[in-house]
Nanobody, 114 residues
Framework: VQLVESGGGLVQPGGSLRLSCAASGFRFSSYAMYWYRQAPGKERGLVAQINSSGGSSYYSDSVKGRFTISRDNAKNTAYLQMNSLKPEDTAVYYC????????WGQGTQVTVSS
């Protein structure tokens, strides 16, 4: 199982980024996918999740209305579109799949700063 995140970077407040999570080694279309984030000195927390078909999603209150999770099962990839970014969104973002005992990507840094 391999999950590889990409798309992070430095963005000004109010800007946008789209994160990608490329999955391999398992039947991607059978599993829900999750995005978590961890800021310095804080615990890792759930940002958004999407079911296996893409028909249902959940967002934490802190990102609801600004972030959109999606997936392309033909490309084995999950996405996190982040709009109206705030400095408090600064964190390392991880994707996660509940395959076996659970699998994490290596993370991608998102920094929101002027």
């Amino acid at each position: 199982v391999q999950l590889v995140e990409s798309g992070g970077g430095l963005v000004q407040p109010g800007g946008s980024l789209r994160l990608s999570c490329a999955a391999s080694g398992f039947r991607f279309s059978s599993y829900a996918m999750y995005w978590y984030r961890q800021a310095p000195g804080k615990e890792r927390g759930l940002v958004a999740q999407i079911n296996s078909s893409g028909g249902s999603s959940y967002y934490s209150d802190s990102v609801k209305g600004r972030f959109t999770i999606s997936r392309d099962n033909a490309k084995n990839t999950a996405y996190l579109q982040m709009n109206s970014l705030k400095p408090e969104d600064t964190a390392v973002y991880y994707c996660y799949a509940g395959v076996g005992s659970g699998s994490w990507g290596q993370g991608t840094q998102v920094t929101v700063s002027s």
